[in-house]
């Protein structure tokens, strides 16, 4: 029998976290295997001090957190975050002395983790999906002087310690295999990477969830339906859906587009609704909110087709959405455009079509689904099959628990 390990968990995520790897493999998997799960995460309530709460029978940590909208405000925010992040990791660490130490995205903890294996000598596994400057600098392309200069330094800043950070944790595991790539051209050794690409819960059978409440609840009937699910962040460029949906309807009129998520922005939902209105489009397309992440597997079953638009910029080209390998494994066909992962996926499964990331070629592939029901259900069962047999969480669990047990070991 394996060694039941004692692992540490920081990620840069508040909680209860929607993020699909922490919620399946470190929260569920890796505890009924017998591990002990400890977590550190932000809190999405406003909280006077750091509390324990429970989730999934582990330890949670939670710290103080703020919605911050201005730079200088999240600048005064991250000061006290850092000390309760480091205060609340030093306690736990004397207290615990976990076997293995993971963060994920977090640079603080990373940067406290080397200290921490140079004085302890524990290993930590730092998981990798936010490419380096990338998303400070892109945010700071529309930002005003004030804001843009202050994203241009943190992004830069970011950069620096981030690539110490992966240069000196025990290892690392990228989002995907074009991120792998493009870490190993920055300096970091290509045998301490294994790649992790988002996945996919394969208890969770299409067969035994049904979406007749979703549709009930949204008057849907049998009207057909298209899905987007996930952030609504201005930088998504949901906008090109829109557009996109509003040349499907053109053809099939009775079409919905059913959109389920939020933004950290209020602003930015507001935004799209107002898009939606201008383009005509308030009765055909429906703004969800956020909805609790089990309930994701419904509205998935209740849609006809899944669509996942990546905006082709630095940030997401060597991404790993998790839209699609969802919609792959509740049986769906999606219409996806052609960043390296996807593209590599729809070619590899057949679950779907991909396309260039222009609003006319989606529709049109979104069109030819819908109006071939037969040829969209077995583009949904190949899908099921590829998640199956190469994106199950369950598979990544057991390659996750082999790092530990090798890095503990030595």
């Known amino acids: 029998m394996n060694r039941c390990l ?45 509390r324990k709460v429970r989730w999934h029978g582990s330890d949670v ?17 991250w000061i006290p975050r850092a000390f309760n992040t480091i205060r609340c990791f030093n306690r736990l660490v004397k207290i615990e002395r976990p076997d293995i130490i993971q963060i994920r995205n977090d640079w603080i903890s990373g940067l406290w983790a080397l200290r921490i294996r140079r004085k302890y000598g524990i290993p930590f596994v730092f998981q990798y999906s936010r490419p380096g400057p990338g998303y400070h600098l892109q945010r700071a392309q529309k930002a005003s002087l004030t804001s843009r200069l202050g994203l241009i330094f943190r992004g830069r800043l970011e950069n620096r310690l981030v690539h110490r950070i992966l240069r000196q944790a025990d290892h690392v595991l990228p989002i995907s295999e074009w991120m792998k790539e493009a870490l190993a051209a ?19 059978s299409p ?26 962040a201005r ?47 308030k009765d055909q397309v429906i703004f969800t909110g956020k909805v609790p992440r089990e309930e994701i597997p419904e509205y998935i079953v209740a849609s006809d087709v899944g669509v996942s638009p990546i905006p082709p910029i630095p940030i997401y080209w060597i991404s790993s ?9 509740m049986a769906r066909a999606a219409v996806a455009n052609d960043i390296p992962e996807q593209k590599a996926v729809l ?26 029901p ?17 994106r199950s969480y369950q598979d990544m669990a057991g390659k996750l628990e082999n790092i530990y047990l090798s890095l503990v070991s030595r």
């Open 6 to 50: 004692s692992i540490l968990s920081i990620a840069d995520r508040r909680f209860p976290t929607t993020q699909s790897f922490l919620g399946e493999v470190m929260a569920k998997i890796l505890p009924a295997r017998g591990h002990r799960v400890r977590w550190i995460l932000q809190s999405d309530s406003p909280l006077r001090e750091p």
């Open 235 to 281: 930088f998504r460029k949901l906008d090109f859906l829109l557009r996109t949906i509003k040349l499907v309807i053109q053809k099939i009129p009775q079409t919905k587009l059913l959109i389920v998520g939020g933004s950290e922005r209020s602003g930015d939902v507001a935004s799209l609704k107002k898009e939606a209105e201008e383009l005509g489009l």
């Open 207 to 232: 067969d035994k969830v049904s979406g007749s409440r979703i549709r009930e609840k949204y008057g849907l009937g049998r009207v057909p339906v298209v899905l987007y699910f996930g952030e609504l």
């Open 321 to 329: 959405p998790t839209k699609l390998i969802e919609t792959m494994g």
């Open 186 to 204: 920055w300096g970091i050794p290509d045998d301490r990477m294994t790649p992790f690409p988002l996945g996919f819960n394969i208890d969770v």
């Open 347 to 372: 070619e590899e499964s057949g679950a779907g079509l991909c396309v260039p990331y222009e609003e006319q070629a989606f529709a049109e592939a979104i069109l030819s689904l819908l109006r071939s």
């Open 61 to 77: 940590f939670l710290l103080p957190s703020k919605t911050r909208n201005s730079l200088p405000e999240k600048v005064l925010d």
């Open 374 to 390: 037969e040829l969209a259900r077995k583009m949904g069962l190949k899908g099921r099959r590829y998640v199956e047999n190469k």
